[in-house]
């Protein structure tokens, strides 16, 4: 079966799911999604190993077809972050902008260094021998929010204001500063030469500066070619330009094409949709976006659940992700709290705010995708075949599922208190 067929079979599984949902469970369809084809993964395994029927290899074969990591990083990406750019809101981002700068660069230094210290000592106490390199790695993989998790679910919340341009701010712009530290230990962990401060400045320079300088010159062509036309439909198709033949001309240029996408959606969702699109356009420019926004959700959180199939659990590996998952929580409430020491000397806060952030930090297929990226053979208990990347594979795909399935599903009564404590204040 080809990779175009597995996509649509898939497609239709997604589908069914959050149909079935909407009928039944009435969960947020992507929490849906998730569960439903972890459940379905693990009857597959259980009913493998008692015999019942014999479906694993059928479906290990189906899911390894897709290659991850090329289908989110060069495929769906730029699409979910150019509809999120799309959603957000000038005027609010500028409000936030230096709470936004703080976490995306700071809270993500810090969560980085301090997963990756802890994760170190914990391992040599347990008695596995994980190189503080490839804790560092891990928690450079793991500290930054996803965009598109965060968007998916907590986005849909209607949170208070402020609270959530933090969050998805956050989650949209941490990608560039994230990549830089991922990239840096990447290149110690398995490069050939050691990088300096001059070559980890030039990568941030190209790739995040550059990404966000490439993404306002594709906002402003696109801006310009969505304005010489009345063509309803062709203004629609020009918007899918961005994420496809913009964000694949990212990769040629060597800047960051999620930060491009993010930039050009802001333009385009602030300023093209109110000086370009004609009435017509505007009318169905968000119908349209959030239609392809759920759709390519819900293929990428059903291979999220169904990855697990392709995972080998050893005794370690369980030992870790137990570990995994209040480490990173606890990463991120420190990272957060100690930003919000600062950020209370100059304005006032809803109470609820760290606790939302915090707990509305969530991780999805990026951090996946990330870890894939990591080479296999690098032992670390050669007698039971457990190299680096099954460890950190393994504790990345705990803290994502806990992420979306816990975190997810259990954010919305602290929305609701934050929300009752803005109605209060007003009044």
């Excluded at 902008?97 to 802890?118: C, H, N, P, Q, R």
């Excluded at 290149?187 to 030039?202: D, K, L, M, N, Q």
């Excluded at 169904?306 to 590996?317: G, K, R, T």
Aim: aromatic share 12%.
């Amino acid at each position: 079966m080809s990779v175009y067929y597995t996509l649509c079979f898939l497609s239709a599984a997604a589908m069914v799911i959050a149909f079935i949902n909407s009928k039944i469970g009435k969960m947020q369809t992507t929490i849906a999604i998730t569960a439903g084809s972890m459940t379905l993964s693990l009857l597959i395994l259980i009913a493998g190993q008692n015999d019942w029927f014999h479906l694993t290899t059928i479906a290990t074969d189906v899911v390894s077809r897709i290659n991850f990591e090329d289908f989110l990083l060069k495929g769906i990406l730029g699409f979910l972050l150019f509809a999120g750019g799309l959603g957000i809101k000038l005027p609010h981002l500028k409000d936030q902008k230096w709470e936004i700068t703080v976490l995306a660069l700071g809270a993500t230094l810090f969560s980085t260094f301090f997963i990756g210290f802890v994760l170190y000592a914990l391992c040599q106490l347990i008695g596995i021998q994980f190189d503080l390199i490839y804790c560092l790695l891990f928690g450079a993989l793991i500290s930054p929010t996803d965009p598109i998790a965060v968007l998916a679910i907590v986005k849909k919340l209607k949170a208070p204001e402020r609270i959530s341009t933090q969050i998805e701010g956050e989650s949209l712009f941490n990608d560039g500063f994230g990549l830089v530290i991922f990239v840096t230990l990447f290149t110690i962990a398995f490069g050939t030469e050691s990088p300096t401060v001059g070559s980890v400045t030039s990568l941030f320079l190209q790739e995040a500066i550059g990404g966000i300088a490439y993404g306002f010159v594709l906002g402003l062509v696109f801006h310009y070619l969505i304005s010489s036309t009345d063509d309803h439909s062709m203004e629609l198709l020009f918007t899918i330009g961005v994420p496809t033949a913009g964000y694949a001309f990212a990769e040629v240029l060597h800047v960051s094409g999620p930060l491009a996408m993010v930039v050009s959606g802001i333009m385009i969702g602030n300023w093209t949709r109110y000086i370009g699109f004609s009435k017509e356009s505007d009318k169905h420019l968000d119908h349209f976006w959030e239609l392809v926004d759920e759709f390519l959700n819900g293929v990428l959180f059903l291979l999220i659940g169904m990855s697990m199939l392709l995972f080998e659990f050893h005794e370690e590996d369980w030992i870790l992700m137990a570990i995994s998952v209040p480490l990173v929580l606890a990463a991120r409430y420190l990272s957060v709290f100690l930003s919000y020491i600062g950020f209370k000397r100059y304005r006032h806060y809803n109470s609820w705010s760290i606790k939302i952030l915090t707990w509305g930090g969530l991780r999805g297929g990026l951090a996946l995708a990330m870890a894939l990226s990591i080479p296999s053979g690098i032992w670390v208990i050669e007698e039971k075949a457990i190299d680096v990347k099954e460890i950190i594979l393994v504790m990345t795909y705990s803290v994502v599922v806990f992420s979306i399935l816990v975190q997810g599903s259990t954010i919305t009564p602290m929305i609701n208190k934050a929300n009752k404590e803005e109605q209060q204040a007003q009044d």
